[in-house]
């Protein structure tokens, strides 16, 4: 199996958008399929770059660079067929391949197809392209794709052929190329979103939450103090409540403590991904300091949440539990506006109350 491994690393190291990771990540996709063939409709693998980038896009509101077009492209699809911003990727899909005919879904196509499957294949034949316009270098990169062997595929109508060694490399290699497609597209996205966290993460497609511990703490919690849900002033049951992520998760991507509030199942749903109004953040604060002081009160053994508080206040637990709740407050403020501010410019829904009046958190 003789692969030209160099032409494969260089063509993801210089790109002005993230076209050609999604082209690759797609082909990879293509190929795991339990019913895969080698010979790929390329409609197919623009269906698996849209897949992929839909949630870091839409969900995570990620800025990809101004002449990255892909964000607009699936915003348009996302228009024309009225999908929402938080979907089950399965339900993506089967709504993606029922309306492949759409306009939106064929301007993308058009658009991601007029260079990427050629301009992918430029560093195996870059000697045999100076001096050519774009035209004529997409011509003859079909050209030599079509005899030479070195090249992961060549053109057939409306598809790829994969090569049978390419075929080979990767469903020995696939692990690894998807890896270093996910780093490579992880450093693209860190430079044009500075300050937001969990880039990978969100590149993923994180979904699954972990509540339970906050659930447990908040239950006990509950028992020995009474309160109505910041939002709505309605009663909060210990029997019977839904766990608030006050700054969005689909922002910060985990689970930690100090972000999550109790509240009732319809206030939740109302809320969704929305950054909350200025008027709760004072009764949010005041609830979390209690709940520190709960859990380092408690018998349970359950200082390692505590731990979770100094990713916010950035110092240790000592310093924490000498503040009192004007410091205590003071410092939390400090630390979330930032945040607040950023997703805010990142697109995500803000001054969200039940009465719409209220002031956005700036």
């Not at 160099?6 to 999604?22: D, M, R």
């Not at 949440?305 to 206040?313: A, C």
Request: aromatic share 12%.
């Amino acid at each position: 199996m003789d692969i030209s491994v160099g032409p494969l690393i260089n063509s993801l190291e210089t790109t002005t958008n993230s076209y050609k990771f999604y082209w690759l990540n797609g082909i990879l996709s293509c190929l795991e399929r339990p019913d895969a063939d080698s010979l790929i409709p390329i409609s197919d693998i623009v269906i698996e770059m849209l897949l992929e980038a839909w949630h870091p896009i839409c969900q995570f509101k990620l800025y990809y660079g101004f002449y990255d077009r892909l964000p607009i492209l699936i915003r348009q699809i996302q228009g024309d067929l009225h999908i929402p911003d938080l979907i089950k990727r399965h339900e993506l899909k089967s709504i993606l391949l029922k309306n492949t005919s759409a306009i939106s879904i064929e301007n993308a196509k058009i658009e991601l197809l007029r260079y990427v499957p050629y301009r992918f294949l430029s560093t195996w034949c870059k000697e045999n392209l100076v001096q050519l316009h774009d035209h004529q270098r997409h011509k003859k990169i079909a050209e030599i794709a079509f005899t030479d062997e070195n090249l992961p595929y060549y053109f057939v109508d409306n598809c790829i052929q994969v090569r049978k060694n390419w075929v080979e490399f990767i469903n020995l290699y696939g692990t690894l190329i998807r890896g270093n497609i996910i780093n490579r597209l992880n450093l693209y996205l860190t430079k044009r979103n500075p300050n937001v966290p969990s880039i990978i993460s969100k590149i993923q497609g994180a979904e699954k939450r972990n509540l339970l511990k906050a659930k447990t703490i908040w239950a006990k919690f509950l028992v020995e103090h009474s309160f109505s849900c910041i939002y709505s002033a309605q009663a909060i049951s210990e029997s019977d409540f839904s766990l608030d992520h006050f700054i969005p998760w689909s922002y910060v991507v985990h689970d930690e403590i100090w972000n999550i509030i109790p509240t009732t199942k319809s206030i939740n749903s109302q809320k969704s991904d929305k950054l909350p109004a200025e008027i709760y953040l004072d009764t949010f604060i005041h609830l979390q300091f209690q709940l520190f002081h709960f859990i380092n009160e408690s018998e349970e053994n359950w200082e390692k949440y505590l731990v979770e508080y100094t990713n916010i206040f950035k110092m240790d637990l000592k310093s924490i539990l000498k503040l009192d709740y004007e410091q205590f407050s003071i410092s939390f403020k400090n630390l979330i506006y930032p945040m607040l501010q950023i997703a805010r410019n990142m697109g995500f829904i803000s001054g969200w109350a039940l009465d719409s009046s209220f002031p956005a958190i700036v």
